[in-house]
């Protein structure tokens, strides 16, 4: 498109202008394919002006300069956008014609109308482009303007309510839930109707509706089936037809007054009744009626049982009951019911009853407990039931009854007795073995306990015992060689003498000590028991108190018997100290005799013994004595009537053992208040000269073999030396195991036999003799400890050691042994 530019004084001129002079400037400007329509062809204008009448002003075709384009464009869009507001606004209207229900209706009006004057200016628009009716759209426009104001006049109050007004999707999705509502309501309706008809139809009991009319309007399955009537054959039938004759006139009279009253004492009570079936006969019933207001009209529901099987039920509840009232009669236990205010016995069992009686209706604490002034203290109520009286649940505990002295294991619990009310159900299992059980593996371990104590203490004194020995060795040694030299009963040799008791005295104490840890079998061998007596009484008198006087008359002087001696003084030992025990609050005499006595063949004792000669050890005490109940348990293990700590309810346990082993028994006298006499019987084996004078008298025994002697304990060497030298021996020693095996190396034919103790550093007693027999195998050797836990005579001669000797040893014992194996070495020929 070419754009011309016109000067200000011309555009002026062309406005003032008449029609045709503005054409003609305009083609002469643009060329000549611009003259005026009028020159062309019989113009539009002259149609339009012809059509109405027009202002003198030209029209805004001119504006447009009458291009075809710009005409039609502005044209054709008017006349669509007024024909498009026409349209909006017959909607309106026509909305409103048909939903005066609509919210501020008045307003789509309002709007309609707004709409169609904007309409009409559009076409007004389109009229001014070719014909100049500026009056006419000037008076549209007017009234559009006043119609637009009067609409937002309306609409700015109005607004707040708009905004009020529920959104349109909103609005859509309320009614779709209402909708889901509605038909969730009516499908729960309809299955609420389904499940009370199935309800009604699997009802045991008969139901009949019925109006007030007394008409029947349905019945059930049930109520079929019990009167032998279809459903269709009774609706609308009177209720007398299901009731005897008899009942007839009382029915119409009661339902009349209901009617009349609207009150019945029938009404919500169950009552009995007559039924008549539709074969004529009756049977008894029970009839519930009830009423409620359908439709504004009163109808009745009667709920109907027939109590014709209740005899049955009934039956069976009694077989019922006497089954439970059986089973529960049949625990092995206490089952009783109390009740929680006043501790009456509601129920009680048969294992109650055959204890306690026949205690039902009486008080529990008063008949189940001995000694009671009121309710147990141990009462469970309170644990039974919580803050606010509900059960707590099952509370187990044991007590021990004090009627019969069992313990029982309780599970008490609250119940829900006759009445509703809550009462204490108790179910108590006798639990007494249990108990003793448990008693006795707590007496269990605690022997285990006293046991592993002893194997610890026992473990100490084999130690002590081994040291002990040591220094026992040089003083029995020395003693016994100085003896030798002297004159036998000058002063220095009887002095001498006691030396050499007490060291003997002593080395029987260490046997007794490696007895007591376990670390050396007992020797049983013959033994005058008069002399063990005797040092055990000496030993016992040093450590008891001054209010206990001792006795003794020991008349079996030379008798022999076949024990051993440590065991012997431990019985002696363990019978004393009971005695002394039970004395010790009050002193008293106790008195230890020995006598022979010669049991027969008709004889008879608690414990039975064999026909013989007997050597009766007897320890009696002036105490308190036992009764009979005591004395059938002190030889348990563990029983003890002394204070916990005091002693461990062995000794008697201990020294009955030890003398049923050497075929003897024990026999027991005692009563309350006389004492008590203990009288131990032993097998007498003969008499026999042995002791101590003995071994002093025996004439020496000689040698002059090569003797080599190995021990670590220096004064123990020198003794044994001397005392080996003594007797004629050639002795070479070693306190070093590791010296003697390279000394033998070098020589080990200058050595006729080896003697050697057991527990050395570096090399022990055992391993040394491995390494002696291999350099030469047939070394004699003679093997002495004074403690060992890895080594016995048995082990010892599976080494290949000729004699095990346990220190101290003595003089006699020592060179007749020397003697005895080089004796045999010489017999074989080596």
Same mark, same amino acid.
């Given at each position: 498109?070419?754009?011309?530019?016109?000067?200000?004084?011309?555009?002026?001129?062309?406005?003032?202008?008449d029609?045709?002079?503005?054409?003609?400037?305009?083609?002469?400007?643009?060329?000549?394919?611009?003259?005026?329509?009028? %020159?062309?062809?019989?113009?539009?204008? %002259?149609?339009?002006?012809?059509?109405?009448?027009?202002?003198?002003?030209?029209?805004?075709?001119?504006?447009?300069?009458?291009?075809?384009?710009?005409?039609?464009?502005?044209? =054709?869009?008017?006349?669509?956008?007024?024909l498009?507001?026409?349209?909006?606004?017959?909607?309106?209207?026509?909305?409103?014609?048909?939903?005066?229900?609509?919210p501020?209706?008045?307003?789509?009006?309002?709007?309609?109308?707004?709409?169609?004057?904007?309409?009409?200016?559009?076409?007004?628009?389109?009229?001014?482009?070719?014909?100049?009716?500026? !009056? =006419?759209?000037?008076?549209?426009?007017?009234?559009?303007?006043?119609?637009?104001?009067?609409?937002?006049?309306?609409?700015?109050?109005?607004?707040?309510?708009?905004?009020t007004?529920?959104?349109?999707?909103?609005?859509?999705?309320?009614?779709r839930?209402?909708?889901?509502?509605?038909?969730?309501?009516?499908?729960?309706?309809?299955?609420?109707?389904?499940?009370?008809?199935?309800? @009604?139809?699997?009802?045991?009991?008969?139901?009949?509706?019925?109006?007030?009319? #007394?008409?029947?309007?349905?019945?059930?399955?049930?109520?079929?089936?019990?009167?032998?009537?279809?459903?269709?054959?009774?609706?609308g039938?009177?209720?007398?037809?299901?009731?005897?004759?008899?009942?007839?006139?009382?029915?119409?009279?009661?339902?009349?007054?209901?009617?009349?009253?609207?009150?019945?004492?029938?009404?919500?009570?169950?009552?009995?009744?007559?039924?008549?079936?539709?074969?004529?006969?009756?049977?008894?019933?029970?009839?519930?009626?009830?009423?409620?207001?359908?439709?504004?009209?009163?109808?009745?529901?009667?709920?109907?049982?027939?109590?014709?099987?209740?005899?049955?039920?009934?039956?069976?509840?009694?077989?019922?009951?006497?089954?439970?009232?059986?089973l529960?009669?049949?625990?092995?236990?206490?089952?009783?019911?109390?009740?929680?205010?006043?501790?009456?016995?509601?129920?009680?069992?048969?294992?109650?009853?055959?204890i !306690?009686?026949?205690?039902?209706?009486?008080?529990? !604490?008063?008949?189940?407990?001995?000694?009671?002034?009121?309710?147990?203290?141990?009462?469970?109520?309170?644990?039974?039931?919580? #803050?606010?009286?509900?059960?707590?649940?099952?509370?187990?505990?044991?007590?021990?009854?004090?009627?019969?002295?069992?313990?029982?294991?309780?599970?008490?619990?609250?119940?829900?007795?006759?009445?509703?009310?809550?009462?204490?159900?108790?179910?108590?299992?006798?639990?007494?073995?249990?108990?003793?059980?448990?008693?006795?593996?707590?007496?269990?371990?605690?022997?285990?306990?006293?046991?592993?104590?002893m %194997?610890?203490i026992?473990?100490?004194?084999?130690?002590?015992?081994?040291?002990?020995?040591?220094?026992?060795?040089?003083?029995?040694a020395?003693?016994?060689?100085?003896?030798?030299?002297?004159?036998?009963?000058?002063?220095?040799?009887?002095?001498?003498?006691?030396?050499?008791?007490?060291?003997?005295?002593?080395?029987?104490?260490?046997?007794?000590?490696?007895?007591?840890?376990?670390?050396? %079998?007992?020797?049983?061998?013959?033994?005058? @028991?008069?002399?063990?007596?005797k040092?055990?009484?000496?030993?016992?008198?040093?450590?008891?108190?001054?209010?206990?006087?001792?006795?003794?008359?020991?008349?079996?002087?030379?008798?022999?018997?076949?024990?051993?001696p440590?065991?012997?003084?431990?019985?002696v030992?363990?019978?004393?100290?009971?005695?002394?025990?039970?004395?010790?609050?009050?002193? #008293?005499?106790?008195?230890?005799?020995?006598?022979?006595?010669?049991?027969?063949?008709?004889?008879?004792?608690?414990?039975?013994?064999?026909? #013989?000669?007997?050597?009766?050890?007897?320890?009696?005490?002036?105490?308190? =004595?036992?009764?009979?109940?005591?004395?059938?348990? @002190?030889?348990?293990?563990?029983?003890?009537?002394?204070?916990?700590?005091?002693?461990?309810?062995?000794?008697?346990?201990?020294?009955?053992?030890?003398?049923?082993?050497?075929?003897?028994?024990?026999?027991?006298?005692s009563?309350?208040?006389?004492?008590?006499?203990?009288?131990?019987?032993?097998?007498?084996?003969?008499?026999?000269?042995?002791?101590?004078?003995?071994?002093?008298?025996?004439?020496?025994?000689?040698?002059?073999?090569?003797?080599?002697?190995?021990?670590?304990?220096?004064?123990?060497?020198?003794?044994?030396?001397?005392?080996?030298?003594?007797?004629?021996?050639?002795?070479?020693?070693?306190?070093?195991?590791?010296?003697?095996?390279?000394?033998?190396?070098?020589?080990?034919?200058?050595?006729?036999?080896?003697?050697?103790?057991?527990?050395?550093?570096?090399?022990?007693?055992?391993?040394?003799?491995?390494?002696?027999?291999?350099?030469?195998?047939?070394?004699?050797?003679?093997?002495?400890?004074?403690?060992?836990?890895?080594?016995?005579?048995?082990?010892?001669?599976?080494?290949?050691?000729?004699?095990?000797?346990?220190?101290?040893?003595?003089?006699?014992?020592?060179v007749?042994?020397?003697?005895?194996?080089?004796?045999?070495?010489?017999?074989?020929?080596?």
């Open positions: 498109m070419r754009w011309v530019t016109v000067p200000p004084a011309l555009f002026y001129l062309f406005c003032q202008a029609y045709d002079t503005i054409i003609r400037i305009r083609a002469v400007m643009r060329g000549p394919r611009w003259l005026p329509p009028s %020159e062309k062809v019989f113009g539009m204008r %002259e149609f339009l002006e012809q059509f109405t009448q027009s202002t003198d002003f030209m029209p805004h075709g001119y504006c447009l300069v009458w291009d075809p384009a710009l005409l039609w464009l502005h044209v =054709g869009s008017d006349i669509g956008t007024g498009a507001y026409f349209l909006i606004a017959g909607v309106l209207f026509s909305l409103v014609a048909k939903r005066r229900d609509l501020f209706f008045w307003m789509f009006l309002l709007f309609g109308a707004f709409i169609l004057a904007c309409g009409v200016t559009h076409f007004f628009a389109a009229w001014t482009i070719y014909v100049p009716s500026y !009056w =006419g759209e000037g008076v549209v426009k007017a009234g559009t303007a006043l119609i637009s104001i009067a609409t937002a006049l309306f609409l700015i109050p109005l607004l707040p309510k708009l905004l007004l529920p959104n349109l999707s909103r609005s859509l999705e309320e009614n839930r209402l909708n889901r509502e509605l038909e969730h309501q009516v499908d729960t309706l309809q299955k609420s109707e389904e499940r009370f008809r199935s309800l @009604i139809e699997a009802s045991y009991d008969a139901i009949v509706i019925a109006n007030c009319q #007394g008409e029947i309007l349905s019945v059930n399955r049930a109520a079929e089936k019990m009167f032998g009537y279809r459903e269709k054959e009774l609706e039938k009177s209720l007398a037809t299901l009731m005897p004759e008899r009942y007839q006139e009382r029915h119409f009279v009661g339902m009349k007054n209901f009617v009349a009253t609207g009150v019945s004492h029938y009404l919500g009570k169950m009552f009995a009744f007559e039924g008549l079936r539709k074969d004529g006969s009756e049977f008894p019933l029970e009839l519930n009626i009830s009423s409620w207001v359908s439709a504004g009209e009163v109808n009745f529901g009667g709920v109907i049982r027939d109590v014709t099987e209740r005899a049955c039920l009934e039956k069976e509840t009694i077989n019922a009951q006497q089954r439970f009232k059986t529960v009669d049949s625990m092995d236990g206490l089952v009783y019911v109390a009740d929680f205010e006043t501790h009456e016995l509601l129920f009680v069992n048969r294992y109650g009853r055959e !306690w009686g026949e205690i039902a209706g009486q008080i529990c !604490w008063q008949v189940l407990q001995a000694g009671q002034t009121g309710p147990c203290s141990f009462c469970t109520n309170n644990r039974l039931l919580d #803050g606010a009286g509900s059960p707590t649940g099952v509370y187990v505990w044991e007590f021990q009854n004090t009627v019969n002295n069992q313990w029982y294991e309780c599970r008490d619990q609250a119940i829900e007795w006759t009445g509703g009310r809550y009462v204490r159900l108790e179910i108590a299992t006798n639990i007494t073995a249990r108990k003793r059980a448990d008693q006795e593996k707590a007496d269990l371990e605690t022997q285990i306990r006293t046991t592993q104590k %194997e610890a026992g473990t100490l004194a084999g130690g002590i015992a081994h040291d002990f020995n040591n220094i026992l060795v040089p003083i029995i020395y003693t016994d060689m100085v003896m030798a030299t002297e004159v036998p009963g000058s002063a220095n040799w009887q002095n001498l003498q006691e030396v050499y008791k007490a060291a003997n005295r002593a080395k029987e104490l260490v046997k007794q000590i490696l007895t007591f840890s376990r670390e050396r %079998e007992h020797e049983i061998c013959p033994v005058q @028991i008069v002399p063990v007596v040092e055990s009484l000496k030993l016992l008198k040093a450590s008891l108190p001054s209010t206990i006087e001792i006795t003794q008359r020991l008349e079996a002087e030379g008798v022999t018997i076949l024990a051993d440590t065991q012997i003084h431990q019985i030992m363990n019978l004393c100290t009971n005695a002394y025990h039970a004395m010790r609050e009050q002193g #008293g005499v106790m008195e230890v005799t020995l006598s022979q006595a010669a049991i027969g063949p008709g004889d008879s004792l608690d414990r039975r013994l064999l026909p #013989g000669s007997y050597l009766v050890l007897s320890v009696s005490d002036t105490g308190p =004595g036992m009764d009979q109940a005591t004395m059938e348990r @002190i030889f348990d293990p563990y029983f003890t009537t002394r204070k916990h700590g005091e002693g461990t309810g062995l000794g008697l346990a201990v020294v009955l053992g030890i003398v049923k082993k050497y075929g003897g028994n024990i026999r027991v006298y009563e309350p208040g006389q004492g008590a006499s203990f009288q131990v019987y032993f097998p007498v084996l003969g008499k026999a000269e042995e002791g101590l004078s003995s071994i002093l008298s025996t004439a020496p025994v000689t040698g002059d073999e090569r003797l080599l002697l190995v021990d670590d304990e220096p004064q123990i060497v020198d003794s044994m030396q001397k005392m080996l030298e003594f007797h004629g021996y050639h002795v070479t020693t070693k306190t070093s195991s590791v010296e003697a095996l390279e000394v033998f190396r070098l020589a080990s034919e200058g050595f006729d036999l080896v003697i050697t103790d057991q527990t050395m550093p570096y090399l022990t007693g055992d391993q040394l003799v491995l390494e002696l027999k291999k350099i030469r195998p047939d070394i004699p050797v003679i093997l002495c400890t004074g403690f060992s836990n890895t080594l016995d005579e048995i082990k010892a001669k599976a080494l290949g050691i000729d004699a095990f000797l346990m220190k101290p040893v003595l003089r006699k014992e020592l007749e042994t020397i003697r005895t194996v080089l004796d045999k070495m010489r017999v074989k020929g080596i």
